[in-house]
């Protein structure tokens, strides 16, 4: 679908947020692959469950019970068919971060990494598909690798052949870098770790709300996203899994709702999905992501990344021009509308309240990747990300202040 067919002021004007002003400037939001701002639809969809069906789900046989349930099911049918997944593929977490944690308790403890054997991750991991697989190996004595990145930003293929031996259980990696907005080879990864028997872990989280997503089709065994960073609520994300999977690993957390019957000294548990569900769900949050992922097909996700692309490129080529600033990761690779820069004799978080100043939004500081900045120098760094709510004029703008920030300081 040409780009052209997404008409950008009419989705701003569904983003309430996107009409405010800062210090006086009108707010140009470039922090969407930390949060992304939300349709009013979102808004609506939670806010209706709240008011008008609000109640536990798969319990109860009153109308309101019942209700809820159908929408929370619903709610998971929606999601799940987003990112090309059967219902039961999809277990609903508290976001992309207790997925992976999920992942690998589960992992841990259904015996499938032991002492002596490896668990490989990449050097561009964001913290919460790397801190969990440390805590593996060191319950259970594996070693943990990584992979390598180039200077470029863009995984080292060739490493990774080397790294991922008969010895590997597990190979985690990001399909996009939250840093460097490159979307990584997951073919490659993916074949390299099912050529040792070993399970292929994806961090979704960027790639989910800026390309089409199809999980089964990439082959990876299980995959986390989180609902905020793709124009959906907080406290709400997803753990995807191949049904042969799911149906192996044992539940992490029990209690109600997952179980089918419990005696004082035994339970047995509710197949997959549920048996990873215990206690009361974020129903309405769930609700809410439903919503925001019907928005993005609407807009249809091939438009999306198409526009996205070129703003990416606008963007790069942009900050590229400016003397004093470094990109991080500056390959020519299929990428995301995503930019980490330093700025030469400015601290990122200097570059960051000059921006605020002038109502542009954007991270400062190492993104939960502090392995990958210190591969590249800079203890902390400028972020900008779009959505796909953003203009030309906005990348500009960013540009325009970037470019008079080392003046400002006196570092020109």
Avoid at 115 to 142: C, K, M, Y
Avoid at 284 to 306: C, F, I, K, N, P
Avoid at 321 to 332: C, K, M, T
Wanted: glycine share 10%; charged share 20%.
């Amino acid at each position: 679908m040409p780009t052209e067919t997404i008409d950008l002021a009419a989705v701003r004007a569904d983003f309430p947020a996107l009409h405010r002003e800062v210090d006086g400037c009108p707010l140009i939001y470039l922090d969407s692959a930390a949060t992304a701002q939300r349709p009013q639809s979102v808004i609506d969809a939670e806010l209706a469950f709240v008011t008008g069906a609000n109640a536990a789900v798969h319990r109860g046989a009153h109308t309101l019970a019942a209700e809820a349930t159908d929408l929370f099911e619903d709610a998971r049918a929606t999601v799940a068919g987003f990112v090309g997944a059967a219902p039961e593929q999809l277990v609903w977490t508290s976001g992309a971060t207790a997925a992976l944690n999920t992942a690998a308790y589960a992992i841990g403890a259904a015996g499938l990494v032991r002492e002596g054997d490896e668990v490989v991750v990449t050097e561009a991991e964001h913290h919460a598909n790397l801190i969990p697989w440390q805590q593996l190996a060191s319950r259970t004595g594996a070693v943990l690798r990584h992979i390598p990145v180039h200077e470029d930003g863009t995984i080292d293929v060739s490493a990774a052949a080397s790294v991922i031996s008969s010895r590997t259980r597990v190979v985690a990696f990001a399909h996009v870098s939250n840093v460097l907005g490159i979307v990584n080879p997951v073919a490659d990864l993916v074949a390299l770790a099912h050529g040792v028997g070993a399970i292929a872990v994806m961090d979704a989280c960027q790639s989910a709300p800026h390309l089409p997503l199809d999980l089964p089709g990439l082959g990876v065994d299980l995959a986390a996203f989180s609902g905020h960073k793709m124009l959906g609520p907080n406290g709400i994300g997803a753990l995807y899994g191949t049904a042969e999977l799911l149906d192996a690993l044992p539940p992490v957390f029990t209690g109600g709702s997952m179980v089918t019957t419990v005696t004082l000294e035994t339970a047995e548990f509710l197949p997959a999905p549920h048996r990873f569900e215990a206690g009361t769900q974020p129903v309405s949050q769930a609700v809410g992501l439903a919503e925001a992922v019907r928005y993005l097909d609407r807009l249809d996700m091939g438009a999306v990344h198409a526009r996205e692309r070129m703003l990416e490129q606008r963007m790069r080529e942009g900050l590229r021009g400016i003397d004093g600033v470094r990109l991080l990761g500056d390959a020519d690779a299929e990428r995301i509308a995503l930019c980490a820069f330093a700025v030469d004799g400015v601290h990122a978080h200097d570059v960051g309240q000059f921006l605020d100043a002038r109502g542009i939004a954007v991270r400062v500081g190492h993104h939960c990747a502090q392995p990958l900045h210190r591969r590249f120098g800079p203890a902390a760094t400028v972020r900008a990300s779009a959505g796909v709510y953003t203009t030309e004029d906005e990348i500009d703008a960013l540009i325009d202040a970037v470019g008079a920030v080392r003046g400002y300081f006196g570092a020109a």
